[in-house]
């Protein structure tokens, strides 16, 4: 690959419904991501392919990497045949560490559908050395675009000579994003920004591997008393599921109406024994067989009414999704300045601006 690699990307925040619109413009199908809320729930979560871990590595932050950096030195994994048979990645680009995440869950998953870009960047990358798949990563510029493509606005805006506004973005504590992963039965930690993987151990016999995940994580925060992290988990979509399910119980619907259709009872009388049914009344013995399919007709109507919700649900949290998209990357400057520049024009500027601007812009 000869395209020349991005010197950066941009910061990205953390939000579920940013980083499940961000799985599938990467093109993989299947998968979405939760925000986890209690931590004592991990070990029951079924068809989770990982967890990302976002915490402050800024200032006030040293503390929490000290207390943890003993530990994990004597965890590392420094064997290179397993280190280069698993997708584990330098972060050679600085802002990259959200994407990064992501990837080292997604391409250490058998059983996800990648997509071409993400199939080609696994294939293209087997084997090598974790220095050489982060340059790979940066090479993909699919990748860069489809990351920046949901970040915040974040650049200086001129205002006048020699006076500019900068976004919130630059003044904020550093977080880094780091991600873990069950491969081949063990627990794995794998953060760009560490030379080599963190292994966590297996879990005991009969437990999903989300059980490990939440001891680690639990005996992690009581190791400091910074509160500034998030952890959300990276879980299969049920929406094609759904979509199936509403499919089946059409079909199943369509087959109890013409088994009650084969009965050649009349309306009237189909009529009187679902009103029977209803009400809970006792419906006479020669109507028993109508009873029963219509019964089955009921049924396979309230599931396909139960799916049909379960599907605009899933749905209605999607449009949630784009709708904070568009209002988070949307470059709302451009538009107060002009706003400020009338004001200006009809001098309707408050005083207080207008007090600022005749001591230089001092604060």
């Given at each position: 690959?000869?395209?020349?690699?991005?010197?950066?990307?941009?910061?990205?925040?953390?939000?579920?419904?940013?980083?499940?619109?961000?799985?599938?413009?990467?093109?993989?199908?299947?998968?979405?991501?939760?925000?986890?809320?209690?931590?004592?729930?991990?070990?029951?979560?079924?068809?989770?392919?990982?967890?990302?871990?976002?915490?402050?590595?800024?200032?006030?932050?040293?503390?929490?990497?000290?207390?943890?950096?003993?530990?994990?030195?004597?965890?590392?994994?420094?064997?290179?045949?397993?280190?280069?048979?698993?997708?584990?990645?330098?972060?050679?680009?600085?802002?990259?560490?959200?994407?990064?995440?992501?990837?080292?869950?997604?391409?250490?998953?058998?059983?996800?559908?990648?997509?071409?870009?993400?199939?080609?960047?696994?294939?293209?990358?087997?084997?090598?050395?974790?220095?050489?798949?982060?340059?790979?990563?940066?090479?993909?510029?699919?990748?860069?675009?489809?990351?920046?493509?949901?970040?915040?606005?974040?650049?200086?805006?001129?205002?006048?000579?020699?006076?500019?506004?900068?976004?919130?973005?630059?003044?904020m504590d550093a977080f880094h994003y780091s991600s873990f992963v069950p491969i081949n039965k063990r627990l794995y930690e794998l953060d760009g920004l560490k030379p080599y993987p963190v292994d966590h151990d297996s879990w005991k016999e009969g437990e999903n591997w989300t059980a490990q995940f939440e001891r680690v994580i639990q005996r992690r925060l009581k190791q400091t008393k910074d509160i500034c992290f998030n952890l959300m988990?990276?879980?299969?979509?049920?929406?094609?599921?759904?979509?199936?399910?509403?499919?089946?119980?059409?079909?199943?619907?369509?087959?109890?109406?013409?088994?009650?259709?084969?009965?050649?009872?009349?309306?009237?009388?189909?009529?009187?024994?679902?009103?029977?049914?209803?009400?809970?009344?006792?419906?006479?013995?020669?109507?028993?067989?109508?009873?029963?399919?219509?019964?089955?007709?009921?049924?396979?109507?309230?599931?396909?009414?139960?799916?049909?919700?379960?599907?605009?649900?899933?749905?209605?949290?999607?449009?949630?999704?784009?709708?904070?998209?568009?209002?988070?990357?949307?470059?709302?400057?451009?538009?107060?300045?002009?706003?400020?520049?009338?004001?200006?024009?009809?001098?309707?500027?408050?005083?207080?601006?207008?007090?600022?601007?005749?001591?230089?812009?001092?604060?």
């Amino acid at each position: 690959i000869s395209i020349k690699m991005a010197e950066q990307w941009q910061e990205l925040e953390s939000d579920p419904g940013l980083f499940t619109l961000l799985v599938g413009d990467f093109g993989v199908k299947g998968v979405k991501v939760e925000e986890i809320y209690d931590l004592s729930k991990l070990s029951q979560m079924d068809s989770v392919y990982g967890f990302i871990f976002l915490f402050k590595i800024g200032e006030g932050a040293n503390s929490f990497r000290r207390k943890r950096r003993s530990l994990e030195d004597e965890n590392f994994i420094k064997n290179s045949d397993i280190v280069n048979n698993m997708f584990f990645a330098t972060q050679v680009i600085p802002n990259s560490c959200a994407s990064h995440a992501l990837l080292s869950i997604l391409l250490n998953c058998d059983n996800v559908k990648l997509g071409p870009v993400l199939e080609d960047l696994k294939m293209y990358s087997k084997g090598m050395d974790p220095d050489s798949k982060g340059s790979a990563i940066g090479h993909y510029p699919h990748l860069a675009r489809t990351h920046d493509n949901h970040a915040k606005p974040n650049r200086l805006t001129p205002l006048a000579k020699g006076g500019t506004v900068m976004t919130t973005m630059s003044s904020m504590d550093a977080f880094h994003y780091s991600s873990f992963v069950p491969i081949n039965k063990r627990l794995y930690e794998l953060d760009g920004l560490k030379p080599y993987p963190v292994d966590h151990d297996s879990w005991k016999e009969g437990e999903n591997w989300t059980a490990q995940f939440e001891r680690v994580i639990q005996r992690r925060l009581k190791q400091t008393k910074d509160i500034c992290f998030n952890l959300m988990a990276v879980v299969h979509d049920p929406i094609h599921d759904i979509v199936r399910e509403v499919e089946q119980c059409h079909h199943t619907l369509r087959s109890t109406l013409e088994a009650v259709s084969k009965l050649n009872y009349s309306d009237n009388v189909i009529e009187y024994v679902t009103t029977l049914i209803a009400t809970s009344k006792t419906v006479p013995p020669e109507y028993a067989e109508l009873a029963g399919a219509l019964r089955c007709v009921i049924e396979a109507q309230e599931n396909l009414e139960k799916s049909k919700r379960e599907f605009q649900d899933e749905k209605d949290i999607r449009k949630g999704y784009l709708l904070d998209h568009a209002r988070r990357t949307h470059d709302y400057n451009p538009a107060i300045q002009e706003f400020i520049k009338a004001l200006g024009r009809h001098g309707q500027l408050p005083l207080s601006i207008l007090r600022r601007k005749s001591l230089g812009g001092q604060k």
